[in-house]
Every structure is written in C-alpha cells, then in structure tokens.
C-alpha cells in the first residue's frame, strides 16, 4: 500500500511539475495579468467615451443624460437640423485630413486585425475613430457606440500585446479580451461579453482563451458596476410568457424580424453602394447625411443618438402602434443615411431599438388577434430585439445573453430561443454571414468562408518565395501570358491556381506587375508546405 501511493505521489507531483514548466513556458500568468490591465483599461475608456458622447451633446441640448426627447421636442427646428450638420463637418474634416482609412473603424477592423494583421491596431488610428464617433453620436448621427467601444478597446489591447511582445496567439486573446471587456462595460453583460468575443473576434472557441477573455470581461464589469451602477441598461417590469400555445406567435414573430433585420441590411447595403456613386468631398459628405437626418428629426427626434431613450419607452410599453412602427422606419433609414455618410458608429444600438418597435407592435397585432392568450407586448419588444440584432450580428448566442443581462429578464428564454433562431436562420439564408461579413466582403475579404479560403486568401507570395537562382526544371519566362508567372502580392490561392493550370513544379513570380524586376520562384511543394503549416497553426490556436 505504501508502494502504491508513492507511486500515486511521485506521478502526481511529475504531472504537477510538467503542468508548471508548460505554464511558464507559455507565459499563461503573464497572459492572466495582461487580462486585468485590459479589463481595467477597457472599462476606463468606455466610460470616458460615453462622457464624450455626453459632452459633444451638452453643446446643443444642454444636457449630458441620456434622456433627451423632452428637450428635443422642445428645441427650434434650425437646431435640430444644423446640430448633426455641424457634427458632420468635423467628423468630415478629421476623416479628410487625419484617418488613413477615411472611415470611423468598428467591429469588422477588428475581426480583419486578428485574421490578417497579427492583431494589430494602431493606436493612433484608433484614437481618432473614437473621437469621430463621439462626435458623430453626441452630434445626433443616428448609430451605435457598442460597436466603435469594441475598438477602441481592441485597440488598447493591441497595444499591450506589442508592449510586451507577445506571441502571435496571444496578442490575438489579448485582443479578444479587449473586445470582451469592451462589451462587458457597454452593456453591463460580462457573460455577453465573453461569448461576444468567441463567437465574433475569434470566430471559434478555445479553452486557452477562455480563462483571460473570462477575467477581462469580468474586471471590465465591475469597473463599469462601480461607476452607473448594478443594474440592468433597461429596467422593465417583470414579463411572463402567458400560455404555451402563444409559441407559433413567437415563431411567426421570428419570421417578422428575419424580413425586417434582411430589409435594414440591404437599406444599407444599398445606401452605402449609392453614396459611393456620388462624386463629392469627403469631408461634405457627412455635411450632407447630418442634414438628411437633421431634416428627418423634425418630426421624429427619437431617431437621434443611439436611441436607447425610444427602445426603453418600447419595452415599458409607452409607445403607441403607429409610432412604433414609423420609428422601426425611421431609424432604418436614417442610421443607413448616417453609416452611408461616413458618420461613425455601429449597427448593435439601432438593432436593439428596431428589434424593440417591431416586437411591440408585433404584440399589438397578437393581442387583438387572441387578447386572452397574448403576452404583452413589451415582452414581444424584448424577443424583437434578440432577434434582428441577433440576426444582424450574425451572433445569436451572445446576443441572447446581451439582451437577458441588458433587460434582466430570464423568464422568457424559451420564446427567446425560438424567435431568435429562426429569424438568425432565415436571415442566414439571404446574407450567408453577417454584417461584419458583408463590411469585410468590400474589402475583398471573405472571412465568413471558412479558414482554408481565409488562408488561401490572405497569404502573400511574397511568404514562400524562393531565390532566383533557377534550376534545371524550371520553365522559361513568357511575359506576355500573364496566367505563367506571378508578383510578390499575389495570393497563395491565385499561385496554386496557376501552378496547376502550367503544370510546373514552379512559377517565376517579379516584384510589380511590370515585370521588370525578378523577385525569384515559387516552388509547388513550398506552397504545399506553407498552406498546411498555415491550417495546423489555426487549428492549434482553434481546439487548445
């Protein structure tokens, strides 16, 4: 018996040890620490943003809340309009003269960084896109600030990961952490925050990352706790579904919410593709969207902001059925005129608020058709906002639990699941990806295809280039068939392809499409070699 539990001991501490050596090797405390600077930093600056939003506000409403209909109603007309006018003449100037990309950056610059730029955000770039956002936002540009907070937390992340000269794996978790936390203090949902940051930025789920995107997320909410507060964003009343035989109602409602989540998508597919094929200055053109929407806040000042005001009155059900529905509109069209007009902000808010009107006027439709059996239909406008801004997302699973900590409602969560899935899965079958996907897709970045075309797609010639010295099979050069040869920046996909259509065992690729400047081989076993190094790093970073 003693044998034996020394042999027991004696395995235990040589596993304990070779568990130690891998954590030290790895660098996992190091990582865990990273983690708290990140939440602590990232609950910091989404506080300093919202005070942003607030301060640029205060210079036209007079005050900092966020409850500013009243005061709106109030204002003269002229205000109203010149107000995201003016908003848009300085976000103009800056996108002009100080943003390299000439767009305010969100969500997508961060899911192309942790696939493409060894998640790097440079710094500087993330700074000014914040501040074009708050302005933008405190102006009344009609979007969200969820989405430029995941950036500008990311971007903080990104600048510890290259402090501390971080592996490639892990700046990519300390820039997930970064958006975790991000998410977290936004919305006061650190669970949200941790499957936001799997599902979205690093588009998979991985025990190795779980531990410092938990912990950021976490910290990030307690910071964000001890500034507004411990308590939902949207405080309602406690809703309960009232018959089980409501739920092909709920079913049907998931089908609503797919045709409207698939119509605001294409408004602003369309209004960007129409912006774009209208030739003016950069800097006029959110002169002239700031306008547009200033025009349409006369009448409708809910459509102002991110519009958290409006989509609370929704779900304290305040709003009567008409105007749900002209709001649900309203914010379709002006947050694609703001987006399309280079204003800076995200689709997370106007979502949640559109999800809202269409859920309550949707349960104003069920009450009249069975009013015994009808819940009410603030609980209609909680599944309506899991359900487009699930769908828009494209995430379904944080966006569930984005909406049971942001209302704090969890007696629903079957209608939920329900609602949300069929309309995620609907929407799916028209855009095939999400929002994000289709702001990559004009890039030229088709990420939601999977890893072996994002590999294909994203590494250059230039990684796998032999010297120029040429050996005996190497084939002569005919410069004028442009389908035998390559250039640096051409793709691995474009050199594979053309390898097989030549038959050679190697390609001569030049610098520039000139041709002028012989950069060397490309050899087909190296290309091999390079694409199946590429698949089982990812899928390392993917299971571990």
């Excluded at 943003?99 to 730029?117: F, N, T, W």
């Excluded at 797919?258 to 294409?266: D, E, P, T």
């Excluded at 490309?522 to 299971?543: F, G, K, W």
Aim: with cysteine.
């Amino acid at each position: 018996m003693q044998h034996f539990t020394s042999r027991i001991t004696s395995f235990l501490s040589g596993q304990i040890a070779l568990n130690l050596r891998q954590f030290q090797n790895q660098r996992w405390g190091l990582l865990w620490g990273l983690a708290v600077i990140v939440g602590l930093s990232c609950g910091g600056v989404a506080i300093l943003f919202r005070f942003g939003i607030a301060g640029v506000q205060f210079l036209w409403l007079g005050t900092m809340s966020e409850r500013i209909l009243d005061i709106a109603h109030g204002l003269p007309w002229w205000l109203i309009v010149l107000a995201p006018a003016s908003a848009g003449l300085v976000v103009g100037i800056l996108l002009q003269w100080a943003m390299p990309s000439r767009r305010a950056e969100g969500v997508a610059d961060v899911i192309e960084a942790r696939a493409l730029k060894n998640a790097d955000i440079p710094l500087r770039d993330g700074l000014v896109s914040a501040i074009i956002t708050v302005i933008s936002l405190g102006g009344g540009a009609s979007a969200g600030r969820e989405g430029p907070v995941v950036h500008l937390g990311a971007t903080f992340a990104s600048a510890i990961g290259r402090m501390f000269a971080l592996t490639i794996s892990a700046r990519r978790i300390i820039l997930s952490c970064g958006a975790a936390a991000a998410v977290s203090a936004s919305f006061n949902a650190p669970l949200a925050g941790v499957i936001f940051a799997h599902e979205i930025v690093l588009g998979h789920y991985s025990r190795a990352a779980f531990i410092p995107i938990a912990i950021s997320s976490a910290t990030a909410a307690v910071i964000s706790r001890l500034w507004f507060g411990d308590f939902p964003a949207f405080v309602i009343p406690s809703y309960q579904i009232t018959s089980y035989w409501e739920f092909p109602a709920f079913a049907l409602l998931g089908l609503t919410c797919a045709l409207i989540a698939i119509s605001f998508q294409y408004g602003i597919v369309i209004a960007d593709k129409s912006a774009r094929n209208i030739r003016m200055p950069l800097w006029l053109r959110p002169v002239i969207g700031g306008l547009m929407v200033g025009v349409m806040a006369i009448w409708l000042p809910e459509i102002l902001g991110v519009g958290y005001e409006a989509t609370d009155k929704a779900l304290q059900q305040n709003l009567p059925f008409f105007m749900l529905i002209l709001l649900a509109a309203g914010k379709c069209v002006a947050t694609a005129i703001s987006l399309a007009s280079r204003f800076g902000g995200g689709i997370f808010s106007p979502s949640l608020y559109i999800g809202a009107m269409t859920g309550s006027a949707f349960g104003y439709i069920a009450a009249s058709v069975y009013p015994e059996m009808a819940s009410s239909n603030g609980l209609y406008a909680i599944l309506g906002m899991g359900a487009i801004a699930g769908s828009v997302l494209g995430a379904p699973i944080s966006t569930i639990l984005i909406v049971f900590e942001l209302t704090g409602g969890l007696a629903m969560s079957i209608a939920l699941l329900v609602t949300v899935s069929i309309s995620y899965a609907l929407t799916q079958l028209v855009f095939s990806g999400s929002f994000f996907n289709w702001q990559l897709a004009t890039r030229g970045l088709l990420l939601h295809e999977g890893p072996q075309k994002g590999l294909l797609r994203t590494i250059p010639v230039s990684d796998f280039l032999c010297s120029p010295e040429v050996g005996e099979d190497a084939p002569e050069i005919d410069l004028e068939n442009r389908s035998g040869w390559l250039v640096k920046n051409d793709t691995l996909e474009t050199a594979l392809r053309i390898i097989d259509a030549s038959g050679h065992s190697r390609i001569p690729v030049f610098d520039d499409h000139s041709a002028e400047h012989f950069a060397g081989w490309v050899v087909h076993v190296d290309a091999l070699e390079t694409y199946n190094t590429a698949l089982i790093r990812a899928s390392r970073e993917e299971h571990h």
